[in-house]
């Protein structure tokens, strides 16, 4: 299966909000890095156990905004929300097997425009989502 694919069904299985099911598309050796924070999470067991104790004021919706790659690599953007809180992830999947092997995550957090360079930009309007 081409990363593209796994990692697709990769976030549909995630936006069950049955983490447990995402074990299904990941590799024995699953390997979860977010640089950001330094943090490093192994395996699908400790992957599911952390999206379900994390915070959430509903169900988990998950919109993939672009998604490209080849054969083993895919880079995927997507807006994240429980209804109250918004994030966006920027993801990069390391595919072998057919499973998902490591995944390196993005959080970036959202800040207003710098004043100084008012006269050089314009607001960005929202992308039209993947189907």
């Not at 509903?58 to 998604?67: C, E, N, P």
């Not at 992830?89 to 490591?102: D, M």
Request: glycine letters at 4%; hydrophobic letters at 45%.
């Amino acid at each position: 299966m081409p990363a593209v694919d796994l990692v697709r069904e990769f976030w549909r299985l995630m936006a069950t909000n049955d983490f447990d099911a995402v074990a299904a598309v990941l590799a024995p050796e699953f390997v979860l890095e977010w640089p950001q924070s330094n943090e490093r999470i192994r395996g699908a067991d400790r992957f599911a156990r952390m999206n379900r104790e994390y915070v959430a004021h509903g169900r988990w919706q998950f919109t993939i905004v672009r998604l490209f790659g080849d054969a083993n690599d895919a880079v995927s953007e997507v807006d994240i929300t429980d209804g109250v809180q918004r994030a966006k992830a920027v993801s990069f999947f390391t595919c072998k097997n057919g499973r998902i092997e490591r995944l390196v995550e993005f959080w970036p957090e959202p800040y207003p425009p710098r004043a100084d360079r008012a006269h050089l930009v314009e607001p960005i309007e929202p992308r039209a989502r993947e189907p």
